[in-house]
């Protein structure tokens, strides 16, 4: 006898809540990656774009949608994010450390979740971000793109097999406007080793080489930085012994990617509980 499922009314309500958009707003709107979001958010069905802030400048002022080359929304870009985190139910941050600091202040005060795909950030941004993780969601990944996701799992187990006999070197290439290094995914690359091969990767790292360095000590784990051009992010890690070489590696062509993976951690977070969480807690992995 086929099993009938009745729809009591209090679900129904529930169901019309749980589907109405998530209100996203976006810090940094008018940066590479705050415009992308932009377009995300009104490519991605379930969401609706609560607002985009920046710091004071050219664009303040300009609607959001002709920001990105689309037609007008209505909604101009912010000087300040304070009136644009009340509204969203959750906020986006790709943009300075000294922002995204202030940024999860207001995240925490404002109960709104937050995405933060800033790098370079210091101990008093992981402290503060870490503080709004005990009143709100926050997803804080120093790469969104799936694939990077994918291969932090295999970095990290290829680690583990083959021991510290391999000399690991994470090499990384990207655009020149680029202002930190080692980039944020080279640096979680190497907390993934790291951590398959159990040891503490600031005891182990090598974040850059020069001059007389003598040999490569036993256990070493070494960054290599290349900046230029408009390359989006290559990163590479490469486990190196006597005979033989792996490299496993990707390459980003289009920050379409890092956009697409916050817009859906962005999804991730509804009726989440507060914490801390990385991107393999959004993608199961
Ligand atoms: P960008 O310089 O093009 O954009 C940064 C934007 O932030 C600028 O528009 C700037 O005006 C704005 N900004 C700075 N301070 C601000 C403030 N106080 N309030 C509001 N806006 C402010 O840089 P980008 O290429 O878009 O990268 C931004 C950040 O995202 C960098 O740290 C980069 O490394 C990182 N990133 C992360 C990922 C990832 O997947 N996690 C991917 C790409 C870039």
Redo the contacts with the bound molecule.
């Keep these: 006898m086929p099993h009938l499922h009745i729809l009591r009314p209090e679900f129904e309500a529930g169901f019309t809540m749980a589907t109405s958009p998530l209100k996203i707003g976006i810090?940094?709107?008018?940066?590479?990656?705050?415009r992308?979001l932009i377009s995300e958010v009104l490519a991605t069905s379930g969401t609706a774009l609560a607002g985009g802030?920046?710091?004071p400048?050219p664009?303040i002022g300009t609607d959001l949608g002709v920001l990105v080359g689309a037609k007008p929304l209505g909604l101009n870009v912010l000087d300040n994010?304070e009136g644009m985190f009340s509204a969203a139910d959750v906020v986006i941050d790709?943009?300075?450390?000294?922002?995204t600091l202030?940024?999860a202040k207001l995240a925490a005060a404002t109960k709104t979740a937050l995405i933060v795909?800033?790098?370079?950030m210091g101990d008093d941004v992981h402290r503060a971000l870490s503080e709004a993780a005990q009143k709100v969601a926050v997803v804080s990944?120093?790469?969104?793109?799936l694939g990077?996701n994918v291969l932090l799992g295999l970095a990290e187990k290829a680690a583990a097999i083959l021991g510290p006999e391999y000399d690991i070197d994470i090499l990384e290439m990207h655009h020149r406007?680029?202002?930190?290094a080692p980039?944020?995914?080279a640096l979680g690359l190497g907390q993934a080793v790291a951590r398959g091969r159990q040891v503490e990767l600031d005891q182990v790292a090598r974040k850059s080489r020069e001059g007389i360095t003598g040999a490569r000590p036993t256990g070493e784990i070494g960054f290599a930085t290349l900046r230029g051009g408009d390359v989006v992010?290559d990163h590479t890690v490469i486990f190196a012994a006597d005979g033989e070489r792996i490299e496993i590696g990707h390459k980003a062509s289009s920050?379409v990617i890092?956009a697409r993976?916050?817009v859906r951690a962005a999804l991730w977070t509804r009726d989440r509980r507060p914490g801390l969480y990385a991107m393999r807690d959004v993608l199961d992995l």
């Design positions: 810090v940094g709107c008018a940066g590479r990656m705050g992308m802030s920046e710091q400048g664009h994010p790709f943009t300075r450390p000294e922002a202030g940024h795909g800033t790098t370079g990944a120093p790469n969104f793109s990077v406007h680029k202002v930190d980039s944020g995914t992010g920050r890092f993976g916050a």
